[in-house]
T-cell receptor, first 110, second 117 residues
Framework: EDKVVQSPLSLVVHEGDTVTLNCSYEVTNFRSLLWYKQEKKAPTFLFMLTSSGIEKKSGRLSSILDKKELFSILNITATQTGDSAIYLCAVTGGADGLTFGKGTHLIIQP | DSGVTQTPKHLITATGQRVTLRCSPR?????VYWYQQSLDQGLQFLIQYYNGEERAKGNILERFSAQQFPDLHSELNLSSLELGDSALYFCASNLNHETGSSYNEQFFGPGTRLTVL
């Protein structure tokens, strides 16, 4: 059974801090790992990673995948209150549906 | 706005009842996915339809069923509802074609919040 574990479950930091969110996975026939941001509505897509060692970057957010150690990290630098959300990691493997982790609840305090 | 629409937004019903949730995918997307999100289980994949046919099944209960119509909209039917079925139900869509650029990225609708009393 495919499995995704995210850590930490919850994180509270001050505005301006840098945070690192972790995602480890076990999946048969791995194809890709995706990061989503969920505020009070639907998850919105951040990154899709398929190759090890290649950093994907979008503004203050970046992510990298390690297919040997089966994990990914999501970094957010110079955090802002608008970054407060649940960050979800998901993988695609044997089935077409996404297998999600339980998410990291990030709270940015002003 | 992802382009995926879901109705209704909220639904409150009693145990034992049956409800239908509706989803319209993004224009051009052939695949529709249904997910259930509850506080303790997180986001769980239920079922996928591709161009009208069932493609993959996840953790979907026998009391639940879905279908995708010729116009590609999809409905998720939940019957004999129990308190534990209270959750957010998301629909997502993508092109899901081997050579398509959005092969794996899925676009989520706003969700339907189901409360079973």
């Amino acid at each position: 059974e495919d499995k995704v574990v995210q850590s930490p479950l919850s994180l509270v930091v001050h505005e301006g801090d840098t945070v690192t969110l972790n995602c480890s996975y076990e999946v048969t026939n791995f194809r890709s790992l995706l990061w989503y941001k969920q505020e009070k509505k639907a998850p919105t897509f951040l990154f899709m990673l398929t190759s090890s060692g290649i950093e994907k970057k979008s503004g203050r957010l970046s992510s990298i995948l390690d297919k040997k150690e089966l994990f990914s990290i999501l970094n957010i630098t110079a955090t802002q209150t608008g970054d407060s959300a649940i960050y979800l990691c998901a993988v695609t493997g044997g089935a077409d549906g996404l297998t999600f982790g339980k998410g990291t609840h990030l709270i940015i305090q002003p | 706005d992802s382009g995926v629409t879901q109705t209704p937004k909220h639904l409150i019903t009693a145990t034992g009842q049956r409800v239908t949730l509706r989803c319209s995918p993004r224009s051009g997307d052939l695949s529709v996915y249904w997910y259930q999100q509850s506080l303790d289980q997180g986001l769980q994949f239920l079922i996928q339809y591709y161009n009208g046919e069932e493609r993959a099944k996840g953790n979907i209960l026998e009391r639940f069923s879905a279908q995708q119509f010729p116009d590609l909209h999809s409905e998720l039917n939940l019957s004999s509802l129990e308190l534990g079925d209270s959750a957010l139900y998301f629909c997502a869509s993508n092109l899901n074609h081997e050579t398509g650029s959005s092969y794996n990225e899925q676009f989520f609708g706003p969700g339907t919040r189901l409360t079973v009393l």
